[in-house]
């Protein structure tokens, strides 16, 4: 507290000090005061006509707050309706942020200088493919803080991340897919033929219901997922892609028909189940029935059930159906799908050049002037 008075300077939203001190104090649009002392009527002047001016262009941002990034972010986390399993990423995450200079600093005092030199220190901590994803985590989080007013705009502009290196996937062929179908549990037979032709994620796959398949309409709804404890079910992954009806070959509907008839539905009414009837757990599934499988069947160490789901993207990709009905059948997004499977798609050059040699040999007009020519 400051011992003295203050007296009015004659200017509007200023008062001196008995010391010489300028108090600058304005109206927010929050309809609250903030003040600010400053050692001379100028700097006091031009804080309060920023403030003024930032109110009126809407890019105002309260300076009194003293909200840490490592605060917001943890706050960000836990307002969030994400499941459990994201929840508990992201808490790992805020570790990143914990102690570090940046998650001390005001979101509003933070800028992309301060986002460069924490994405460095971090940089010699974690793999680039970590960081990739942390930087998106934080990217997040500051667009939140924009949006919540804490910040003008986002500091996370121009930052200079380290190359992911990318390594060259080579997926699943058909032949080892279905050698790795007959080399599953005669129960589990179907599961791996609709993963591998279909894409589903395990959590979609263990979550089908018989009325799920719909064979006069030639359709498998994905509508929900299990989740990892085998018992809950829950909405599907990022739900403005991921409720869809997956149209099915005659193959897949043969193999859910037969599995059906063998492996009568329980009360739950789930496709797939444990030979209890109940429903399957991820880690159950993976390393009592899905990796004996692989080894059984002479896949590449290494192999999980997502390998089933990029190698029906890449099949379909490969033959040419277009990425936006890949796409919708992953429950992926355009750019998602076109980020994670580029790989598989045939090249530019390749396309270009069967597309130039089918409309010229088309052209019924260009080949008789041909054979005219030639008989001149």
């Not at 793999?127 to 705009?153: C, I, M, Q, W, Y």
């Not at 993963?195 to 979550?207: A, D, K, M, V, Y």
């Not at 797939?272 to 499988?293: L, Q, W």
């Amino acid at each position: 507290m400051m011992s003295g008075t203050w007296k009015a300077t004659g200017k509007p939203g200023l008062r001196r000090h008995t010391s010489g001190k300028v108090q600058a104090r304005y109206r927010g649009p929050d309809n609250k005061f903030r003040t600010k002392v400053f050692d001379g009527t100028r700097e006091a002047e031009r804080w309060l006509r920023q403030q003024r001016v930032a109110i009126d262009s809407g890019s105002h941002v309260d300076p009194s707050d003293r909200t840490t990034v490592a605060e917001f972010a943890r706050q960000w986390v836990e307002s969030r309706p994400h499941r459990a399993s994201t929840t508990k990423r992201y808490r790992g995450m805020l570790t990143h942020l914990d102690g570090s200079a940046l998650g001390r600093t005001r979101v509003s005092a933070v800028k992309p200088l301060h986002v460069q030199a924490w994405v460095s220190e971090r940089s010699v901590l974690i793999s680039p493919s970590t960081l990739d994803r942390l930087f998106t985590f934080l990217r997040s989080v500051f667009k939140s803080a924009v949006e919540n007013g804490l910040l003008h705009r986002s500091p996370c502009v121009g930052i200079v991340l380290p190359e992911v290196q990318r390594m060259e996937y080579v997926p699943l062929t058909v032949q080892q897919v279905q050698a790795l179908a007959n080399a599953v549990p005669p129960r589990y037979r179907a599961a791996v033929i609709v993963q591998g032709t279909c894409g589903l994620r395990i959590g979609e796959l263990l979550g089908l219901k018989v009325d799920d398949f719909d064979r006069a309409a030639k359709v498998l709804r994905v509508r929900r997922q299990m989740l990892q404890d085998g018992k809950t079910l829950g909405p599907v992954k990022a739900l403005a892609h991921g409720l869809r009806d997956i149209p099915l070959p005659s193959h897949v509907a043969t193999a859910i028909a037969e599995h059906i008839l063998a492996t009568p539905p329980h009360g739950s009414g789930l496709l797939f189940t444990t030979a209890h009837g109940n429903g399957i757990r991820y880690d159950s599934y993976a390393e009592k029935v899905f990796k004996p499988a692989c080894r059984r069947a002479g896949l590449p160490a290494g192999i999980t059930t997502h390998d089933l789901r990029h190698h029906a993207a890449s099949e379909m990709l490969h033959r040419g159906v277009p990425p936006a009905t890949v796409a919708r059948i992953l429950g992926h997004s355009i750019t998602e799908l076109l980020k994670t499977y580029a790989h598989a798609m045939p090249t530019g050059d390749d396309m270009a050049r069967q597309a130039m040699t089918a409309a010229w040999t088309a052209d019924v007009s260009y080949r008789v002037s041909q054979n005219v020519d030639g008989e001149r």
